[in-house]
């Protein structure tokens, strides 16, 4: 059974930084595209970056370019989302998600598996 499981969340001052890690186990197909995306209440569900288990190609939205990172650890099978120069719209529950192949960022109707999300307030 595939699980994700995100955590490192939790409550940061504008200007600060935090990691996001998901851990993934179950997959019956190989090198899993691994999504972060992030959904604040009343808004939709977007995504942020996405780094392809092909290649380690990433990708980025526009509103994260230049603050986030994501990188993998294989042997732990982790995913990482570093993510400095926090701003308080960054406020919202973080999810971890899991397709094939990387689409950009990310659209959340395309992914398959999801993880339960982890909550990221940011102060001003």
């Known amino acids: 059974e595939v699980q994700l499981v995100e955590s490192g969340g939790g409550l940061a001052q504008a200007g600060g930084s935090l990691r996001l890690s998901c851990q993934a186990s179950?997959?019956?197909?190989?090198?899993?595209?691994i999504g972060w995306f992030r959904q604040a209440p009343g808004k939709e569900r977007e995504g942020i970056s996405c780094i392809d288990g092909s290649d380690g190609s990433t990708y980025y939205a526009d509103s994260v370019k230049g603050r986030f990172t994501i990188s993998s650890d294989n042997a732990k099978n982790t995913v990482y989302l570093q993510m400095n120069s926090l701003k308080p719209e960054d406020t919202a529950v973080y999810y971890c998600a899991a397709d094939y192949y990387c689409s950009g960022a990310g659209t959340p109707e395309w992914y398959d598996y999801w993880g339960q999300g982890t909550q990221v307030t940011v102060s001003s």
């Open positions: 179950g997959f019956t197909f190989d090198e899993p595209a």
